[in-house]
């Protein structure tokens, strides 16, 4: 079974919603025993088209997609052409939740990766950037590449010691989260169509 870590970089309107017209993807990275690569998409004005074409069939040899905050990262690459709808993911955001049992109910990546041993060699500039208001298309490549190319390697560590401790669960609570990272593609299929209200 192929697994594959997935992360994406966007600009920063309304929290990177990627319902907001003025958002854009700006960078996407995958780790895993296969393959490690950074894609550039909308950063700087190379084209990019050719380059989604080649992450979409790629993403068809992955049997598993893990991924921090799922829906998040499912709905940036559905509305660029990359539609994972058919395919399983492990959301390590969600793994954190159930194994806290339910009391840790924002869990972050960085906090995550800490508490099981991995250890985040983040590049803390960008967010100085970000807290300066400058949106993500304006930082320089380079550390653009290198967060998300961490973020990607840190959610596989994360999965590896997720998948560790999810073989000492009883079979209902790993029903229940297998469940759960199914009901993700629904309900990010649910939200990216939206209903007449």
Known sequence: MIVQSIDT???????????DSRNKLCAIATAGVSDRWVMKV????EPYGERLVLGRDWCDSVDL????NAKF??????????????????DCQLFEYMASNQTWIYPDLETSGQKRGIVSLKEKEIEEYWKA???????????????????????????????????????????????????????HEIERNGFYY
């Open 133 to 187: 208001g400058i949106d993500t298309t304006e930082i320089p490549w380079e550390l653009i590449e290198k967060r998300v190319r961490v973020d990607a390697e840190i959610t596989y560590q994360l999965y590896k010691a997720q998948l560790e401790e999810f073989n000492t669960w009883p079979q209902a609570k790993k029903n229940l989260f297998r469940l759960h990272c199914a009901d993700l593609i629904v309900l």
């Open 42 to 45: 909308e950063h700087g004005e």
């Open 73 to 90: 990262d499912l709905t940036w690459l559905w509305k660029y052409g990359i539609d994972l709808s058919g395919k399983r993911v492990w």
């Open 65 to 68: 997609f893990v991924l921090f």
């Open 9 to 19: 970089e966007t600009s920063i309107h309304n929290d990177g919603n990627p319902f």
